[in-house]
């Protein structure tokens, strides 16, 4: 069976939703869920926000009630197979009569053992890699985390910025990245959750201290909860991560120059490896994406 036009629109809104799970919800994934009812309008949506909370499926199915019978879920990773804190959601989908479970990415943990196979056992019908490629954009850190069993590390810094530090914050959105992410690692080692309190109280216990190995502190990070680790500050605290082979990407700001000018003798723009992913043009200079290939 193909999928719809409104099964599609439906799968970009759940990918959507999923990355309001962002900085939040880990070390469970970010996901997000949308229901269709059996003429294929939407009647119910959810998202993952914290571990111990409901899953997507739940929160969407919940929202949808009785309309979800005989219509079709829409989930960016395949549904758990598992009982944690809360009932596993493939089972939860089954009881509440959907016929058609539509899945962007398949769960790595589930090992060919997870929702999809129990979900065809009972009968629904399952497709899956539907706009996987949209929805990876949302869970590739989650899912390259999972892979390298450590946070994956983005390093924000600034070169040639002029003017105070906090205006420099705030026209560079580094509050907004820090909102993203699980923890972050500032210039003097002190290391915080990315936005104070969102994640669940078990999660973290993050010590607030870094130590001078950085992959021994990912690993206990990672240990900890944590799948994306913000560095924000200046090239000495990035030097170990990238001596350590443990820089995944960086996010350059360069303040405003001159048509005509020196080059600056304060290195390489980036450490050898990186490739330049985007840029673009801000206000008061530009952003420099670069991650290793
Ligand atoms: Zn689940």
């Known amino acids: ?18 990355a309001f799970g962002l900085g939040s919800a880990s070390p469970n994934p970010p996901v997000g869920c949308v229901i269709l009812d059996r003429d294929g309008q939407p009647v119910g949506e959810g998202f993952h926000e914290r571990k111990g909370e409901p899953h997507a499926e739940v929160n969407a ?6 309309r979800a019978r005989g219509g079709t879920a829409v989930v960016t990773l395949e549904p758990c197979n598992h009982f944690g804190r809360t009932p596993p959601c493939h089972q939860a989908l089954i009881d509440a009569g959907v016929v058609r479970v539509l899945i962007a990415v398949i769960d790595p943990t589930s090992r060919g053992v997870g929702g999809v196979a129990r979900m065809r056992e009972a009968g629904v019908e399952v497709e899956v890699g539907v706009l996987a490629e949209e929805a990876e954009v949302v869970l590739r850190p989650w899912l390259g985390a999972l892979h390298n069993r450590r946070p994956r590390v983005t390093w924000v810094c600034e070169v040639g910025a002029a003017g105070p530090t906090a205006i420099r914050r705030q026209q560079f959105d580094v509050l907004a ?8 690692l500032d210039d003097g080692g002190k290391l915080k959750e990315g936005r104070p309190g969102r994640h669940s109280a078990d999660v973290f216990s993050l010590s607030d201290e870094v130590g001078d190995d950085p992959v021994q502190a990912l690993r206990a ?19 170990q991560f990238v001596g350590g082979g443990v820089l995944d990407e960086i996010r350059l700001y360069v303040g405003e120059t001159a048509p005509s000018g020196a ?16 840029i673009s043009r801000v206000a008061e200079g530009i952003v420099v994406v670069a991650t290793i290939p």
């Open 1 to 18: 069976m193909t999928t719809s036009e409104f099964e599609l629109d439906a799968m970009r809104r759940a990918i959507s939703l999923s």
């Open 263 to 278: 080059p600056p003798t304060s290195g390489p723009l980036l450490p050898g490896g990186f490739r330049i992913r985007s």
């Open 177 to 184: 990245l820090c909102a993203g992410a699980d923890a972050v």
């Open 61 to 66: 199915l919940a929202a949808a009630g009785e």
């Open 221 to 239: 990070l990672y240990e900890a909860g944590v799948r994306t680790l913000l560095l924000d500050g200046g090239p000495d605290l990035a030097v």
